[in-house]
């Protein structure tokens, strides 16, 4: 994930938590707002309820994966914040994957993806 696309600014993580729509799921919680920028941003926020530093570091990677894969299909202008829960270190990642995917069609931030399908 290239930095411009990262969340770092510590006003902006209380100013997404505070006006933003948390979806929950028992992997991981999405809080999203949107900004006035041209571009989408998100950050990963893993509490010590997950585990050591290296355990974390873990989930935050796999939940980067997992946000690469879906990047693409995501609408600009909107802040991300996923906060990861104890289960996502243990589950597999493509659990992980479909949570991260759900949450960003629940809360509607997704390009609709145009089909090939034939006229019969």
């Not at 028992?26 to 355990?55: H, Q």
Request: net charge positive; charged share 25%; glycine share 4%.
């Amino acid at each position: 994930m290239e930095r411009k696309f990262r969340l770092s600014n510590r006003k902006d993580f209380q100013q997404i938590r505070l006006t933003g729509k948390t979806y929950p799921h028992p992997l991981v919680v999405m809080v999203v707002a949107p900004n006035s920028l041209r571009i989408s941003r998100v950050a990963v926020i893993t509490g010590r309820s997950i585990g050591n530093a290296v355990e974390r570091n873990r989930v935050k990677r796999r939940i980067f994966a997992c946000i690469r894969m879906v990047w693409p299909t995501i609408i600009a202008g909107w802040d991300l914040i996923f906060l990861a829960r104890k289960h996502a270190l243990t589950c597999k990642f493509m659990e992980l994957h479909l949570a991260i995917q759900q949450l960003v069609k629940d809360a509607g931030i997704v390009v609709a993806v145009k089909t090939n399908a034939s006229k019969e």
